[in-house]
């Protein structure tokens, strides 16, 4: 059997368990990843204690079905470019998007990074960067030659204030002119209220950062440009679930204050 690995992190650094969870299980019908079932079965960590809707786990595989499409895309129209996976956590999209000419970067916290050593290995176009987002030192590590850059938020920005959030989009504006970033976001009423749902409440994770109107950023800085706004419930693949996610998924369709709850936004820096 294999040695399990004993987890100690920070509130906020425990939510990465959350979308491995996630992505771990077998009967979703949008994503199942082989690899985070791996981690999970080698962590030694009791996860009933996050107690994950099923509906959680819903929308963390239609939120990684979406960024996993948007970052193929992108390497369909720009091949050998470069990915930038900010709060990467353990995911393991660099696995699943893999078009063999990709530059990959992954950054997350020193104690996470650590952790994701004992089960990702680095190469010549796979990079992990242990330091935290909001200490902005780190782009100078990326090397990108000036080659096309994407950059994936995943789960991240709505735990930064928005002072951060907006220092971070600013130096990666400066330093990848032109770059693109995808990332989901939360309203302000949303993220005045996340704080209640359970699995949050049972990691003392805190939230800081929401956004009503996506084309904010757009006066942040000359050439910042939204390019989607994407909602959970107008995935296509929403026919795969049950009569009655299909049914409160159309009706929080119906609302914009709902749909724009928690959303995905794609913009050009």
């Not at 992505?23 to 979703?28: E, F, I, V």
């Not at 929308?59 to 970052?71: F, N, P, Y």
Request: charged content about 25%.
């Amino acid at each position: 059997m294999a040695t399990r690995t004993k987890v100690t992190l920070t509130p906020e650094q425990e939510t990465l368990l959350i979308t491995l969870y996630a992505k771990a299980q077998p009967g979703n019908p949008l994503l199942f990843d082989a690899k985070a079932q791996d981690i999970l079965n080698r962590v030694d960590y009791d996860f009933a204690r996050l107690r994950v809707p099923y509906k959680t786990v819903v929308l963390i595989c239609q939120r990684a079905k979406k960024l996993d499409m948007v970052t193929r895309d992108f390497l369909g129209e720009h091949p050998g470019a470069v990915v930038l996976q900010l709060g990467c956590g353990l995911d393991s999209r660099f696995l699943r998007v893999d078009d063999g000419l990709v530059d990959w970067y992954d950054l997350d916290m020193p104690p996470v990074v650590e952790l994701r050593h004992r089960f990702y290995t680095e190469s010549q176009r796979y990079h992990m960067i242990a330091a935290s987002v909001t200490d902005l030192d780190w782009v100078n590590t990326v090397a990108s030659g000036g080659r096309p850059v994407l950059v994936v938020a995943e789960g991240l920005l709505m735990y930064l204030d928005e002072e951060d959030v907006r220092r971070l989009v600013l130096r990666l504006h400066e330093a990848f002119p032109g770059c693109r970033m995808i990332a989901d976001v939360f309203s302000r009423l949303a993220a005045r209220s996340a704080t209640k749902h359970p699995s949050l409440k049972s990691t003392g994770a805190t939230i800081g950062w929401g956004m009503d109107d996506a084309r904010e950023l757009e006066a942040w800085a000359p050439g910042v440009r939204l390019l989607e706004e994407w909602y959970f419930s107008d995935d296509p693949d929403l026919a795969r679930l049950s009569l009655g996610y299909r049914m409160a998924y159309r009706l929080a369709g119906a609302f914009k204050i709902v749909q724009r709850a928690h959303r995905i936004v794609y913009y050009q820096l």
